[in-house]
T-cell receptor, first 112, second 115 residues
Framework: AQSVTQLDSQVPVFEEAPVELRCNYSSSVSVYLFWYVQYPNQGLQLLLKYLSGSTLVKGINGFEAEFNKSQTSFHLRKPSVHISDTAEYFCAGAGAGNMLTFGGGTRLMVKP | DAGVIQSPRHEVTEMGQEVTLRCKPISGHDYLFWYRQTMMRGLELLIYFNNNVPIDDSGMPEDRFSAKMPNASFSTLKIQPSEPRDSAVYFC?????????????FGDGTRLSIL
């Protein structure tokens, strides 16, 4: 069965500190991976996606993620967070013939 | 470009009433998805359409829920009768593909409260 697991439900971090949000996927989820961000009272917005090619993917707002096939991971990183990055982040994956599967979400809380 | 548009943004009603949520997908997107988001269950796919035809409604919780897509630019999700446990945020999303590498584009959601 397909699955995407976000290992942390909440991540508190101080402003200007680096952050990593963890995501692991089952091998059946296969090759297409996404990170979405949800700000309060809004829908999900695409941050970045991995389809193929370079394993390091850069997205909007200074975020990047690295596809690691051997560890079946797709962790999201930012070197220095801002208060405005406070939001919920969703990892999602899909195979060539499979529907998009979402992880449970990670709430990033940036403290001043 | 206009994104996915949902209405209303907020709905508060009493249990037993009929609730209709509306969605306008992005023009040119052949796939439309309805999701429900709650604290307890996270994001759940309820149903999705391809070219206005329902493809998979296995996520629809009960017969009280129904969804239609009469044309390429409009879809509704109806709950009749509504119950307090239906309180959630309902999202509509659209995409150019149902599977694979095409991302889904989400509306801002309808926050539904059933009293």
């Amino acid at each position: 069965a397909q699955s995407v697991t976000q290992l942390d439900s909440q991540v508190p971090v101080f402003e200007e500190a680096p952050v990593e949000l963890r995501c692991n996927y089952s091998s059946s989820v296969s090759v297409y991976l996404f990170w979405y961000v949800q700000y309060p009272n809004q829908g999900l917005q695409l941050l970045l996606k991995y389809l193929s090619g370079s394993t390091l993917v850069k997205g909007i707002n200074g975020f990047e993620a690295e596809f690691n096939k051997s560890q079946t991971s797709f962790h999201l990183r930012k070197p220095s967070v801002h208060i405005s990055d406070t939001a919920e982040y969703f990892c999602a994956g899909a195979g060539a013939g499979n529907m998009l599967t979402f992880g449970g979400g990670t709430r990033l809380m940036v403290k001043p | 470009d206009a994104g996915v548009i949902q209405s209303p943004r907020h709905e508060v009603t009493e249990m037993g009433q009929e609730v209709t949520l509306r969605c306008k997908p992005i023009s040119g997107h052949d796939y439309l998805f309805w999701y429900r988001q709650t604290m307890m269950r996270g994001l759940e796919l309820l149903i999705y359409f391809n070219n206005n035809v329902p493809i998979d409604d296995s996520g629809m919780p009960e017969d009280r829920f129904s969804a239609k897509m009469p044309n390429a630019s409009f879809s509704t999700l109806k709950i009749q009768p509504s119950e307090p446990r239906d309180s959630a945020v309902y999202f509509c999303a659209s995409s150019t593909a149902g599977t694979g590498g095409q991302p889904q584009h989400f509306g801002d959601g309808t926050r539904l409260s059933i009293l």
